[in-house]
């Protein structure tokens, strides 16, 4: 009688186990989607910030030493024309880092969809940076070079990311969906070029200063450009925190 009544209290007791592994089964994987979904949700934030702020960092070494210029206003135009260009530029060239990451990997359907992306808006960027700088007054032979540069930056990247890349490197990348984050990077340093040309008509300034340096030739401080900068990151460092 004790023997069969052991015998019955450890096959419920592994009937338990059993039933207790299966709930974990159910419940982990569903858990780890989400964990996932809201990592990816992370992300988007995180590239788009930092593509804004790596333009606005570039924007302003560059404004420093157009400013020190005699003439405030010549340094004020060349200034926005470099910084049009160089913004355009690294737009470009994290659009080639995106297409070489997808080139890389098997997925046939994400490079197809990188590539005509990539095209669709080649085209009418090139036209508004030719646009823009011949309305700027600049010399057709310097808009040559300055087109050349803009045309040459996302191929020249995209092959030397696809050349450069490891097998190990290629699913490290795949992990962290390295294309996706590339492309955003791309279209934060793209929304502060716009932003660029914006904020002086909301200021009230006519639209001939320079957008962030401000008037009379005079760019921002560093105590005001590190306050940008915080102003930036504080909201997504916090965000990152709260989540994990």
Same mark, same amino acid.
């Given at each position: 009688?004790?023997?069969?009544?052991?015998?019955? %209290?450890?096959?419920?007791?592994?009937?338990?186990?059993?039933?207790?592994?299966?709930?974990?089964?159910?419940?982990?994987?569903?858990?780890?989607?989400?964990?996932?979904?809201?990592?990816?949700?992370?992300?988007?934030?995180?590239?788009?910030?930092?593509?804004?702020?790596?333009?606005?960092?570039?924007?302003?070494?560059?404004?420093?030493?157009?400013?020190?210029?005699?003439?405030?206003?010549?340094?004020?135009?060349?200034?926005?024309?470099?910084?049009?260009?160089?913004?355009?530029?690294?737009?470009?060239? %994290?659009?080639?880092?995106?297409?070489?990451?997808?080139?890389?990997?098997?997925?046939?359907?994400?490079?197809?969809?990188?590539?005509?992306?990539?095209?669709?808006?080649? /085209?009418?960027?090139?036209?508004?940076?030719?646009?823009?700088?011949?309305?700027?007054?600049?010399?057709?032979?310097?808009?040559?070079?300055?087109?050349?540069?803009?045309?040459?930056? /996302?191929?020249?990247?995209?092959?030397?990311?696809?050349?450069?890349?490891?097998?190990?490197?290629?699913?490290?990348?795949?992990?962290?969906?390295?294309?996706?984050?590339?492309?955003?990077?791309?279209?934060?340093?793209?929304?502060?070029?716009?932003?660029?040309?914006?904020?002086?008509?909301?200021?009230?300034?006519?639209?001939?200063?320079? %957008?962030?340096?401000?008037?009379?030739?005079?760019?921002?401080?560093?105590?005001?450009?590190?306050?940008?900068?915080?102003?930036?990151?504080?909201?997504?460092?916090?965000?990152?925190?709260?989540?994990?």
């Amino acid at each position: 009688m004790g023997y069969h009544t052991g015998h019955h %209290a450890q096959g419920q007791a592994e009937v338990s186990v059993s039933e207790q592994k299966v709930a974990e089964g159910a419940v982990g994987p569903s858990s780890e989607h989400v964990h996932n979904h809201e990592q990816l949700h992370a992300y988007i934030g995180v590239s788009l910030v930092l593509g804004f702020v790596f333009m606005l960092l570039v924007d302003q070494i560059g404004s420093s030493h157009m400013h020190s210029s005699d003439d405030p206003e010549a340094a004020r135009a060349a200034s926005s024309k470099i910084t049009t260009t160089l913004g355009l530029v690294v737009h470009a060239a %994290a659009d080639g880092v995106a297409l070489g990451a997808a080139a890389s990997t098997s997925q046939t359907s994400v490079q197809l969809i990188v590539f005509v992306a990539i095209m669709l808006h080649k /085209a009418p960027a090139a036209f508004g940076l030719v646009s823009f700088l011949m309305h700027a007054g600049l010399e057709r032979n310097r808009i040559r070079k300055h087109l050349l540069v803009f045309a040459l930056a /996302a191929p020249v990247l995209a092959m030397l990311t696809y050349l450069g890349l490891s097998q190990s490197s290629k699913e490290a990348l795949s992990d962290v969906n390295a294309t996706g984050v590339a492309m955003l990077f791309s279209a934060g340093t793209f929304l502060y070029v716009a932003t660029v040309h914006v904020l002086p008509e909301v200021g009230g300034t006519g639209g001939h200063s320079h %957008a962030v340096g401000g008037g009379g030739g005079k760019g921002l401080s560093k105590v005001e450009v590190l306050a940008l900068v915080l102003g930036c990151l504080i909201p997504l460092v916090l965000s990152v925190g709260h989540q994990h």
